[in-house]
C-alpha cells in the first residue's frame, strides 16, 4: 500500500460547480498536510497549508483534514477554467530529533474546469 | 523576483556525461530540497539540506550529489548519467523552526518550488 493514495482522474466538471479533491494516506505520522497547484510545466504552486484536523478556508478554497480517517480534502467553489491544473496533495512528518524533513506527495489529480 | 529559481530549465545530453543543476532560493530559508518528477509525474524527495545537515533518500544513487555553497544555494551534480535519470528536477525550500537540534512543534513552514529542471538523455 502506498503512503499516500491520491485519484489521477482526469476530472473535468463545468465551471461553477463546487470541486472535491481527495487523498487518504497510511501512516499516523504525518502531521502537515498541503495542498499543491501545477500547472503544465510549471512547479508545484502552494494552495493550503494545515496542521491540525478540521477545516480551513482561503477564498475559494477549503482544505479538510480528518487524521482519525486519515483523509483530507480540498475544495474549489465556483470553479473557473483557470483552475484546471494537477492538484497534488502532499504531508509530512515533524521530527523532534533533527533533520529536515521531505514531503510525501499524493500522484496528483488532472483537473478540467469545461467553460 | 522568482523566490525559488533553477538554472538551466531544460538540460538535454548524452549517457554517461556529468552534469549539474543549480539552485538559489531569496526566500531567507534555512532549508533546501531537490524532487524527482518522473514520466507519471510522481513527484519524490531526493535529498533535503538544511545547515549543513545532508538528509539522504537512501533509494537514490550515489552518482547524484547535492552541493551547498551556501545557504541560499544548493546544487545536484549527477556523474555518469543514465537514461532513466530522464525527469524533471525540482528544487524547493523552507524555513525550519528549530531550537538546536529539535524542531519546535507548529513552526515548520511549508516548502515553496521552482520551475524544475527538464532532464532528458539522450
Known amino acids: 500500500q502506498k503512503e499516500v493514495e491520491q485519484d489521477p482522474g482526469p476530472l473535468s466538471v463545468p465551471e461553477g460547480a463546487i470541486v472535491s479533491l481527495n487523498c487518504t494516506y497510511s501512516?499516523?505520522?504525518?502531521?502537515?498536510f498541503m495542498w499543491y497547484r501545477q500547472y503544465s510545466r510549471k512547479g508545484p504552486e502552494l494552495l493550503m497549508y494545515?496542521?491540525?484536523?478540521g477545516n480551513k478556508e482561503d477564498g475559494r478554497f477549503t482544505a479538510q483534514v480528518d487524521k482519525s480517517s486519515k483523509y483530507i480534502s480540498l475544495f474549489i467553489r465556483d470553479s473557473q477554467p483557470s483552475d484546471s491544473a494537477t492538484y497534488l496533495c502532499a504531508m509530512s512528518i515533524m521530527y523532534s530529533g533533527g533533520g529536515a524533513d521531505g514531503l510525501t506527495f499524493g500522484k496528483g489529480t488532472h483537473l478540467i474546469i469545461q467553460p | 523576483d522568482t523566490a525559488v529559481s533553477q538554472t538551466p530549465k531544460y538540460l538535454v545530453t548524452q549517457m554517461g556525461n556529468d552534469k549539474s543543476i543549480k539552485c538559489e532560493q531569496n526566500?531567507?530559508?534555512?532549508?533546501m530540497y531537490w524532487y524527482k518528477q518522473d514520466s507519471k509525474k510522481f513527484l519524490k524527495i531526493m535529498f533535503s539540506y538544511n545547515n549543513k545537515e545532508l538528509i539522504i533518500n537512501e533509494t537514490v544513487p550515489n552518482r547524484f550529489s547535492p552541493k551547498s555553497p551556501d545557504k541560499a544555494h544548493l546544487n545536484l551534480h549527477i556523474n555518469s548519467l543514465e537514461l532513466g535519470d530522464s525527469a524533471v528536477y525540482f528544487c524547493?525550500?523552507?524555513?525550519?523552526?528549530?531550537?538546536?537540534?529539535?524542531?519546535?512543534?507548529?513552526?515548520?513552514?511549508?516548502?515553496?518550488f521552482g520551475d524544475g529542471t527538464r532532464l532528458s538523455i539522450l
Open positions: 501512516n499516523s505520522a504525518f502531521q502537515y
Open positions: 526566500l531567507g530559508h534555512d532549508t
Open positions: 524547493a525550500s523552507s524555513q525550519e523552526g528549530r531550537q538546536g537540534r529539535h524542531q519546535i512543534r507548529n513552526s515548520n513552514q511549508p516548502q515553496h
Open positions: 494545515t496542521y491540525s484536523s
